[in-house]
Structure formats: C-alpha cells, structure tokens
C-alpha cells in the first residue's frame, strides 16, 4: 500500500509558528482547524485579558475538547434518533 502524498505547511497559531508534515488531501482540515483554535484563543484572550497565555492555550484546550466530546456523544446518538423516528412510523402506520 503507497503512503499518502504528504505536504508540507506552516500554520500559525497565535504567536507560535508550527511546520507540519500532513497528508495532502487533509491539509485543508489542518489549516481550518489553526482557524478554529485562534479565534478560540482570541475570544478568551479577550474575556480574560489579565491571564497568562499558558492560561488562555488550557482554556482554548478545555473548549475543543468539550466540542470533540459533544460531538462524539451526539453522533453515538444519531443512529439511535434515526431507530427512534423509524419506529414511530411504523407504530403510526400501523394504527392508522
């Protein structure tokens, strides 16, 4: 099996210059993800002015894991919605 096509990029994330190695055809997801965490990390550099920025990166770092969290544990449930809604047809067609 070939390796995927890697590229290289440079993204930066507040004041700090990262250079990565990443699959070609991913490197749109990396680059909208360092979107994601620096408006993370400026909306609580802006309600909490007077942190440190290694308080700001750990407030940033809670958030995104929070949403990866809900995220996770509302896609568990989609399938399950989808039963749910599938079975109240079925009931519905059945009583009429």
Same mark, same amino acid.
């Given at each position: *099996? !070939? @390796?995927? &096509?890697? #590229?290289?990029? !440079?993204?930066? %994330? ?5 250079? +990565?190695?990443?699959?070609?055809? *991913? ?8 979107? *994601?965490?620096? @408006?993370?990390?400026?909306?609580? $550099?802006? =309600?909490?002015?007077? &942190?440190?920025? @290694? ?8 958030? *995104?894991?929070?949403? %990866? !969290? ?7 449930? #989609?399938? =399950?919605? @989808?039963?749910? $809604?599938? +079975?109240?047809?079925?009931? %519905?067609?059945?009583?009429?």
């Amino acid at each position: *099996m !070939t @390796e995927p &096509r890697k #590229q290289h990029i !440079t993204l930066q %994330l507040d004041a700090h210059h990262i250079s +990565l190695n990443v699959p070609a055809d *991913m490197e749109h997801l990396y680059r909208k993800a360092a979107e *994601m965490i620096n @408006e993370r990390y400026r909306h609580y $550099q802006k =309600i909490a002015p007077n &942190r440190s920025a @290694e308080q700001l990166w750990v407030y940033v770092a809670l958030d *995104m894991a929070v949403n %990866l !969290t809900a995220d996770a544990h509302a896609n568990r449930l #989609q399938p =399950i919605d @989808e039963k749910i $809604q599938e +079975l109240n047809k079925l009931i %519905l067609q059945q009583i009429k």
